[in-house]
């Protein structure tokens, strides 16, 4: 006949085992499931700086826009000053007007190489985000292998200590 305390034992080595087995498959879950929401975050963060760099390259285009219209509002003054006043437009008027033909260009190329980066910096971020989101999912796929293998792990080890009392009590099967 086997002791009371042996057969405890073993019922206790069957129990820590489920429980330990259930331990790893909970935790595995909470770990993907946190991947998961952090896939998620990183996927709509990528979507709004994808968007960013759409707004301000729209952006960009209407203050060029705006810039190459006050230029033409501020030659359209500048002759009407210099006609006004009965000067021609020859020699110093013609390279003031020149120069704020020349200076207006150079704003609305700034205007243009500002937005061009900013775009650019967005769309490295979105891809940078994008990246993350990937590697996010693939931690939880992993969490989940993992969860799987330590219950697989305490399946095993539970087993062993199990054959073990049974070996002790002296049974065979």
Request: glycine letters at 8%.
């Amino acid at each position: 006949m086997c002791a009371p305390m042996a057969i405890i034992g073993l019922l206790g080595t069957v129990a820590s085992t489920a429980m330990s087995m259930m331990g790893a498959q909970q935790q595995a879950k909470a770990q993907e499931e946190a991947a998961l929401r952090q896939a998620e975050q990183h996927r709509a963060q990528s979507e709004l700086q994808a968007r960013q760099a759409v707004i301000g390259q729209t952006t960009a285009g209407y203050e060029q826009r705006r810039k190459s219209e006050q230029i033409d509002q501020v030659q359209a003054r500048q002759r009407n000053i210099y006609g006004t006043t009965g000067l021609t437009i020859d020699g110093s008027p013609m390279d003031v007007m020149a120069d704020t033909a020349s200076e207006g260009a150079l704003d609305v190329a700034a205007i243009q190489w500002n937005s061009e980066l900013k775009a650019s910096n967005n769309n490295f971020e979105a891809q940078i985000s994008q990246f993350n989101s990937d590697t996010s999912v693939k931690a939880a796929k992993t969490a989940r292998q993992t969860g799987n293998i330590n219950a697989a792990s305490a399946l095993v080890g539970g087993l062993s200590s199990a054959t073990n009392s049974v070996s002790r009590l002296g049974l065979r099967f």
